[in-house]
């Protein structure tokens, strides 16, 4: 299985701050990469396909780069509905596979 | 607004089978789309367990694939999941969802169930 290993795990950051999250796949997962925002007792949401693609209804200050290997999801300007945990996972191959998830929390 | 909601048994014994239903609302399996059941244990990342068309064609993950059962039930729009001889390493949250319509990634997601299994 292709390992995801998301850097930092947990981050403290202020409404306005510009924050990125990176992902590493243990191996090349193409373009396959995508990212979730999960609140605590809610459905998980899509924020991102396919590297950089935002899913309908998803704010603009989400943004998501890379290749093959190292991918960062970036958040321009932090709002307080954004704390949360965020998660890459790869489909590059069977079974697909989510990193640990990075903590997103209000300093 | 599809709408996805989990429901079963919170306790399950060791050794016994675990068995989730998910209401699909604002969408007809019937008109296509894969449907997926992921789960989270405590502390721990997301796993995925396995998936399957509205046709009954399933997809399981290797470790699991001698326990898990993912059933649909086009009548009653809902996707089911049976889980065998559980063990304490079962106990998660346990989430369905719905794959985006080129099967790499997921669209809509319920808010999960936790289940524990213990005697």
């Known amino acids: 299985d292709i390992q995801m290993t998301q850097s930092p795990s947990s981050l403290s950051a202020s409404v306005g701050d510009r924050v990125t999250i990176t992902c590493r796949a243990s191996?090349?997962?193409?373009?396959?990469l995508n990212w979730y925002q999960h609140k605590l007792g809610k459905a998980p949401k899509l924020l991102i396909y396919a590297v950089s693609i935002l899913q309908s209804g998803v704010p603009s200050r989400f943004s998501g780069s890379g290749s093959e290997t190292d991918f960062t999801l970036t958040i321009s300007s932090l709002q307080p509905e954004d704390f949360a945990t965020y998660y890459c996972?790869?489909?590059?191959?069977?079974?697909?596979?989510f990193g640990q998830g990075t903590k997103l929390e209000i300093k | 607004q599809v709408q996805l909601q989990e429901s079963g048994p919170g306790l399950v014994k060791p050794s016994e089978t675990l068995s989730l239903t998910c209401d699909i609302y604002g969408y007809s399996i019937s008109s296509g789309y894969y449907w997926g059941w992921l789960r989270q244990p405590p502390g721990k990342g997301l796993e995925w367990i396995g998936d399957?068309?509205?046709?009954?064609?399933?997809d399981y993950t290797p470790s699991l694939k001698s326990r898990v059962t993912i059933s649909v039930d086009t009548s009653k729009n809902q996707v089911s999941l049976r889980l065998s001889s559980v063990t304490a390493a079962d106990t998660a949250v346990y989430y369905c969802a719905r794959l985006c319509r080129s099967g790499d990634c997921f669209d809509y997601w319920g808010q999960g169930t936790l289940v524990i299994v213990s005697s």
């Open positions: 399957i068309f509205h046709n009954g064609i399933t």
């Open positions: 191996q090349s997962v193409s373009s396959s």
């Open positions: 996972q790869q489909s590059d191959s069977t079974p697909p596979t």
